[in-house]
């Protein structure tokens, strides 16, 4: 680790900023660009939650799913915070779209590997179980790389409310996906939320707005409302997965017609 940085952080671990349109392609374009015309501009946020004794992931990004990605991304990413890939404890995911577990495995040897392949990976057991119910998931490669992790990953299931450690805790919120989860991470003296695509970006925040690339885009408003509240209340900082500029986040105040103020923190979550 380091020298300068204490025992517990959070980091953002930027994989890069894409073009997405209908087709549900990743194409890599510059944080300053526009997206294509009719298509989403996307950016990528792994995070790196560390502690003394845990160096997890709240979800792990693309892997080799979109244009010019891969996992040297994310050791790169690592190695900066002076970990490898071997470093990493525990994967959590919010859901599993691949742009949120992508990074489980890859083919960089020609063969399906595990890119953390010491780590506890953790998924919703319900929604894990819709996944492996589907004859195609997504395409024929991505169908592949799903039945290997099923085979090979160190899976933990997680119930709709679980807490797998004494500072971890999930709970499902839907909204995004029927399984939706939002991580909270809570030591005592640090406190993490990370909700996925629900709370996907520090804009949505003071936003109201109904998502067509939702399950339930009335569930993930309320769930953002209430999930804003908490963080606000009890101190969480957010880690935005899909923000582009300023992915870790905190509120530091209220106002009944603007909203929540909203403090920026640099991407290793510093003020």
């Known amino acids: 680790m380091p020298s300068n940085k204490p025992e517990t952080y959070s980091a953002a671990l930027y994989e890069g900023t894409f073009s ?57 990413n690592l190695d ?53 119910a589907k004859e195609v998931w997504y395409d024929d490669e991505k169908t592949e790389f799903i039945h ?36 909270l991470f809570n030591d005592g003296q640090h406190k993490y939320m990370q909700a996925g695509d629900v709370i996907a970006t520090r804009s949505q925040v003071n936003r109201k707005f109904a998502a067509k690339y939702d399950f339930d885009p009335e569930t993930s408003q309320k769930q953002r409302e209430r999930l804003a509240r908490l963080a606000y209340e009890e101190g969480y900082i957010i880690l935005g997965y899909h923000d582009d500029s300023t992915p870790i986040f905190s509120l530091t105040d209220f106002d009944e017609k603007t909203g929540y103020a909203t403090n920026p923190m640099d991407p290793d979550g510093n003020s």
């Open 20 to 76: 997405v349109g209908l087709d549900k392609k990743f194409n890599r374009i510059s944080r300053e660009d526009k997206p294509a015309k009719g298509a989403l501009k996307i950016s990528l946020n792994p995070f790196l939650v560390h502690t003394p004794d845990h160096k997890m992931l709240f979800d792990c990004g693309i892997g080799e799913f979109g244009e010019d990605t891969g996992p040297e991304y994310i050791r790169k």
């Open 80 to 132: 900066d915070h002076g970990l490898t890939e071997f470093d990493i404890t525990d994967v959590f995911a919010s859901h599993l779209h691949y742009d949120h577990i992508g990074g489980l495995a890859n083919k960089e040897n020609g063969y399906w590997e595990l890119t953390f392949p010491d780590a506890k990976i953790w998924v919703s057991k319900a929604g894990w179980e819709k996944v492996m």
């Open 148 to 183: 290997f992790i099923d085979a090979k990953a160190d899976l933990h299931f997680l119930s709709a409310e679980d807490q797998p450690y004494p500072f971890m805790s999930v709970e499902k919120i839907g909204g995004h996906t029927e399984f939706h989860q939002v991580l």
